[in-house]
């Protein structure tokens, strides 16, 4: 069982992250971020100056030693004000740090986990296609290997972060596509060469780390940039179902919660100061009860984030509680910022309040990092529920 007190560096963590958030994010820049959908660089890397980005990796390569909770809090913490810059923190720390640390080849980690550490490395997932969503061993991209290169051709579809990111962690097929699980392999791709081409897609939330369409057409990309190198040609389902997948299930979570905090805040505080009938409206019982509901369902949401974590961190990942997790915590996350919107009344809906951001934010949640009807089936598959 999790130790229910948490230890004093997640405090000083904590407190260091909300100093950060309250000189460098503020709220008006955050929306700004939003309406143009732009990744705010310059707040990303005076974050790395904080030693975050290492928060994934191990001393010997720079980082600060892999530890999920402050992970899952630094998530938690920068997704409260603005996804613009937790989404690239979990390109750098999770995509980039955790899948390198697990599958990349002695030289990769060498030369690629001091520079995520440093904040100079972020990747983009490039898994999902026009005809690929759940089920991701289907996908068509293909990997082709000649000589000394790998050449890909194919497309991606919301690839997030594809513009701003140094590789794109691009699941291909390395054989046959009959085989399904069998002959993928995941590449690393620079944005950058020839024959990649990068469209946006105008999403309803999640702006910064704009999601997009990514073409290849003939991409020469260097044996060495398989991920596991020659050892990890045809590996990349196991690669895929690896346990950052798991710790993925739980980035998604702590965005969610981290949104639904804020909501929470900003309708607790709105409900103080909004008169009708000639009394604040937190006065009314319904709205009363309303809000206790709310921090009741994010003071769960939260336990059971910090003990999913709590058993990553312990090396013992249970795949069912983090399915449960992600699955609870959107889900939650999801009521708690659309009860919120409530209690904004006609506020709620309109863009000069932060809710409305929210609302967005919070309804993909529930889609991405595997879909809840997905997590359901895993619950239930993995419980032995008889088919
Ligand atoms: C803003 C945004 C950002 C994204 N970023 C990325 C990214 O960076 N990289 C990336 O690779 N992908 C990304 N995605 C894609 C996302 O992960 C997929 O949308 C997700 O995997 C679901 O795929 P799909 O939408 O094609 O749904 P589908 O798989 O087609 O599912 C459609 C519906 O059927 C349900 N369903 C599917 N299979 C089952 C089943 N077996 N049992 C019951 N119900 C089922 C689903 O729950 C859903 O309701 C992003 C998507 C969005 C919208």
């Not at 949104?259 to 900003?266: G, L, M, N, V, Y």
């Not at 006609?346 to 809710?355: C, E, I, K, S, T």
């Amino acid at each position: 069982m999790v130790n229910i007190k948490l230890p004093s560096h997640i405090d000083q963590l904590r407190s260091s992250l909300r100093r950060f958030v309250d000189e460098h994010m503020p709220r008006e820049e955050a929306a700004r971020w939003d309406k143009e959908n732009t990744f705010p660089r310059d707040v990303f890397d005076k974050l790395s100056a904080l030693g975050v980005m290492g928060s994934t990796i191990p001393e010997e390569y720079g980082g600060s030693g892999r530890d999920i909770l402050a992970t899952l809090v630094t998530i938690e913490e920068l997704s409260k004000r603005s996804l613009a810059v937790s989404v690239p923190y979990i390109m750098a720390a999770c995509y980039a740090g955790m899948n390198v640390l697990e599958c990349g080849s002695p030289r990769q980690k060498a030369e690629l986990l001091p520079l995520v550490a440093a904040g100079k490395m972020l990747f983009a997932y490039g898994w999902t296609e026009a005809d690929t969503g759940a089920d991701l061993a289907s996908v068509k991209t293909k990997g082709t290997i000649a000589g000394d290169h790998i050449v890909i051709n194919g497309a991606k579809r919301f690839c997030s972060g594809a513009e701003i990111c140094d590789y794109i962690y691009a699941l291909v097929r390395t054989g046959d596509q009959a085989a399904r699980y069998e002959n993928l392999s995941v590449v690393l791709i620079s944005p950058k060469l020839p024959g990649v081409e990068i469209r946006p897609i105008d999403s309803m939330g999640m702006k910064g780390a704009r999601t997009t369409d990514v073409t290849f057409i003939d991409v020469k990309v260097p044996v060495e940039m398989i991920v596991g190198e020659a050892s990890g040609i045809n590996r990349g389902w196991s690669m895929l179902t690896s346990a950052g997948l798991d710790v993925e299930k739980l980035e998604v979570a702590a965005i969610a919660l981290g949104i639904a905090e804020a909501a929470c805040d900003d309708a607790w505080d709105y409900s103080q100061q909004r008169t009708q009938f000639g009394r604040t409206i937190s006065t009314f019982q319904s709205l009363r009860h309303q809000l206790a509901d709310m921090r009741t369902q994010l003071h769960a949401a939260r336990l059971v984030t910090y003990h999913a974590a709590h058993r990553a961190d312990a090396d013992r990942p249970d795949r069912v509680e983090t399915s449960m997790t992600k699955l609870f915590v959107t889900e939650t996350a999801r009521k708690v910022v659309l009860d919120a919107q409530t209690i904004l009344g006609a506020y709620g809906y309109v863009r000069d309040f932060d809710l409305e951001r929210y609302v967005r934010d919070v309804l993909l949640m529930p889609i991405i990092g595997g879909s809840s009807a997905v997590q359901r089936n895993n619950i239930a598959n993995w419980l032995g529920l008889a088919r």
